[in-house]
């Protein structure tokens, strides 16, 4: 009898801890991110429009949560398009970098982003269009 007991003890508190923990943003979970990549092509100086378009072929990372730096990196495809998946509900931010339209930078490079959150399980959220410049 007290050894059924205590295997019933151990269960319950094995199961509690297992269901109880809080998970934090990242993969592991059933939903998505998306969004698209919106390029402006300008001249050198940014004096003259040479085009708009959504941008392929661009780099698109993601932080989980209030991670330091990029939890993942994906590409855009023909369309514009990128897409994270598998992952839990939290806060994360997406962003890609763009020409600097503004001249100011050393690199001529500045990040584009979004913050977004998945607040439940089995859901797909859309980011506005990352518009960068070319």
């Known amino acids: 009898m007290k050894k059924n007991t205590l295997i019933q003890i151990a269960l ?45 072929d661009q780099d698109v990372y993601i932080i989980y949560g209030d991670d330091k730096t990029y939890s993942d990196k994906t590409v855009t495809n023909p369309d514009g398009l990128y897409e994270f998946k598998y992952l839990r509900p939290g806060k994360y931010t997406v962003y890609t970098y763009s020409k600097d339209s503004t001249l100011q930078t050393i690199s001529n490079r500045i990040g584009v982003l979004q913050t977004v959150e998945i607040t439940e399980k089995n859901q797909d959220v859309e980011v506005p269009d990352l518009v960068i410049f070319k």
């Open 12 to 56: 319950i508190i094995t199961l509690s801890l297992l269901f109880s923990c809080s998970k934090e943003a990242g993969d592991g979970g059933n939903s998505s991110i998306f969004g698209k990549v919106y390029a402006k092509d300008y001249n050198d100086a940014f004096t003259l429009p040479l085009g708009e378009y959504y941008e392929s």
